[in-house]
C-alpha cells in the first residue's frame, strides 16, 4: 500500500485544541497528540511525526517499533520491555509509557479506524485545516493550497524541500 | 479540499433507532453532537438563527483562521450522507430577547414545543451578545459592537449583507477595547479594511487572553498596542464618537482568574481621538429562554447536571452556552459527551 503521511502544519493551525479532543475521545482519556502553549501563548499540537528515517524504530532493542502498511510507526505492546529507549531519541518526546497497558503507547495514526476504512480523526475534524492525511505528493498540494489561503504575517517563505523533508522526516517549520 | 467530518466516528448511517432529536445552534458543539448521534442511528434536526449552518466559525472566525468551504462541506455531509435536516433563519426561544445577529432569523420556534415534539433536545446556543461597559457616552454613534461588525464583515463576504452595511473604515481610527479572541480578530478585519487601530488593554501583553504571539502578529502589521489603560468615558460631538478618555493603571494582586488586578491611577486622564470604537470586553452566554423555563445561573449561562442534562428532563445543553467564552475545541468536546449522554438517555441507560 502507499505510504500515507500525517502532517500538522503549524503556520496555519489556529490552537483551538479540537485535534486533541476527539484523540482523546476516542482513546478513553489519553490523548496521542497533546496542546503545548508557549511563553507567548503559540499553542503546539505534538503528535507523533511518522518519520521516514524514525530513530525510535532504529533504536528499539527488541524490535518493537514497526512501520505498518500504511506508514505508520507502531508499537507492537507485547514485546515492549519499557527500556524507555525510543522516548530519549525522539525529538519530540512522543513514546509515553501506559502503566495500564505496561508498553509504550503512541499515535499509530488511528490504525483501528483504519481498518475500518476512516482516516485519522485528527485531521478529519481540524477546522483550520492544518493537519493533512494522504500520499506524499497530495499532502504537499493540500499544505501549500491551505497557505496561500493565509495572510501574509502567517506565512513564511519555504522552498519545496524544506516542505517536503518536513512532511517526510518530521522536521518541524515554524 | 474536504469538509470537517463530523460524523467522524462513522463511515455510514447505521440501522434507524427512530429517535428524534433536536438540535438549536448549528456552532462546533451542535454540529459535532449531530455527528455523534446520526451515527447512533437517531435522526437529526437542528434549528439555527442564521442562514446557514457553522455557527462562531462561519460567521465571524476570519476566513484566514478557519476557510469557510471546510465549514459548509462539513455541514453539507450531515444533511447529504446522514439526512440531517437544518431549519436555518429559525429563531428557538422562550421568552423574549434582543440578541446579536437577530437580523437574520424570519421565525420564531418555542423550546418547548420542541421538547413536545422530539424524543430529546440539545441546546448549543452559545455566546451570542456581547458585555456592555457601563461607561458615560458608551451609546454614541460609533461605538461598534464586535461581533456585530464581524458579521458584517463575514456576512458580507458570504453574501448575506449587501456592502452598504460594512462601515467605509479606510483611513479611519478604530480604538478596540479588550485583548481576548474577539478584539484581535477585530483588529485583523478592521486594519485589512485599512483602518488605523490601536487596541487599549488594562493589564500588558503577557497578561493578554490573546497572548503576546498573536498581538505581536498585529503589531508587525502596523495595529498599536498600548497596556496598562482602561477607559473611563465616551467623548463626543453631535452625538458621534470623537475621542475615548483612558486612565492609567497599574497592576495589583492577582484576583481570582489568577491575573494581576489592574488599578486606575486617578489623575492620569488623558485622552486619544478615535472615528470608532469597539468594546470587545466579553460575551454572554444566550440561552433560547428568557425567564424561568430553564435554571441558568448568575452569568445567564445554562445550569446542567452530569448527564449535561438542564433542568427540564429531555433538555441538554452543550459548548459556550454552558461554559462561557471557550474555544471551538472545548465545544467540540462538551458536544460530544454531551451527546453521549442523549444516546445513553434515549436508550434509557442514563
Ligand atoms: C471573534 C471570535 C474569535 C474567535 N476565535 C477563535 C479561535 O481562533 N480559535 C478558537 O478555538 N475559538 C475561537 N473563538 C471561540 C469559538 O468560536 C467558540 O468557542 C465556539 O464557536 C463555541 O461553539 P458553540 O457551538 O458553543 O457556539 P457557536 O459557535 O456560537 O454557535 C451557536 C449557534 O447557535 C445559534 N443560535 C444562537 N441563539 C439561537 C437561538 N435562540 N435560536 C437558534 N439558534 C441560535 C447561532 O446562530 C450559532 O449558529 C472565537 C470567538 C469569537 C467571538
Ligand atoms: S485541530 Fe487543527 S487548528 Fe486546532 S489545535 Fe489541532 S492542528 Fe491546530
Ligand atoms: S516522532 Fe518520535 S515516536 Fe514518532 S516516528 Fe519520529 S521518532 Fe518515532
Known sequence: ?174 | MKGMKFSFLCKKKPQPTGKRVAIVGAGPAGLTAAGYLVCKGHNVDIYDKMPEPGGLMLFVIPEFRIPVERVRLGAKELEEEFEVTYYPRTKVMEGERLDEGDEFYERVVGLDELRENYDAVLIATGIWNVRRIGIPGDDLEGILSPLELLFWIKGHELGYVPGEKVPDLKGKKVGIIGAGLTAVDTAFECSRLGADVEIFYRRTIREAPAGAYEINILRNRGVKWFELVTPKRVIGENGRVKAIELLRTRLGKPDETGRRRPIPIEGSEFQVPVDYLVFAIGMVSTPPVNGEYLATDNRGRIVVDGRHMTSVEGIFAAGDVVNGPTKVGRAIKDGLYAAVSIDEWLRGEL
Not at chain 1, 485544541?17 to 490523548?31: A, L, Q, R, S
Open chain 1, 1 to 174: 500500500m502507499e505510504r500515507k503521511y500525517l502532517y500538522l502544519d503549524y503556520l496555519t493551525c489556529i490552537g483551538c485544541e479540537t485535534c486533541e479532543t476527539v484523540c482523546d475521545f476516542i482513546h478513553g482519556g489519553n490523548p496521542h497528540i497533546r496542546i503545548y502553549v508557549t511563553e507567548n501563548k503559540q499553542y503546539l499540537p505534538i503528535n507523533c511525526k511518522h518519520c521516514d528515517d524514525a530513530p525510535c524504530l532504529r533504536v528499539c532493542p527488541t524490535n518493537a517499533i514497526y512501520r505498518d502498511e500504511d506508514g505508520a510507526v507502531r508499537i507492537a505492546e507485547n514485546r515492549c520491555i519499557g527500556c524507555l529507549a525510543c522516548l530519549q531519541v525522539c525529538p519530540y518526546g512522543v513514546p509515553f509509557y501506559s502503566l495500564k497497558v505496561k508498553a509504550i503507547t503512541k499515535c499509530d495514526m488511528c490504525a483501528e479506524r483504519r481498518e475500518e476504512g476512516l482516516e485519522p480523526a485528527c485531521a478529519e475534524m481540524c477546522p483550520a485545516e492544518a493537519i493533512q492525511y494522504g500520499p506524499l505528493e497530495m499532502v504537499l498540494e493540500l499544505v501549500n493550497e491551505r497557505r496561500a489561503k493565509n495572510i501574509p504575517e502567517h506565512r513564511r517563505e519555504i522552498t519545496k524541500e524544506e516542505l517536503r523533508k518536513s512532511v517526510s522526516s518530521g522536521y518541524v517549520l515554524l
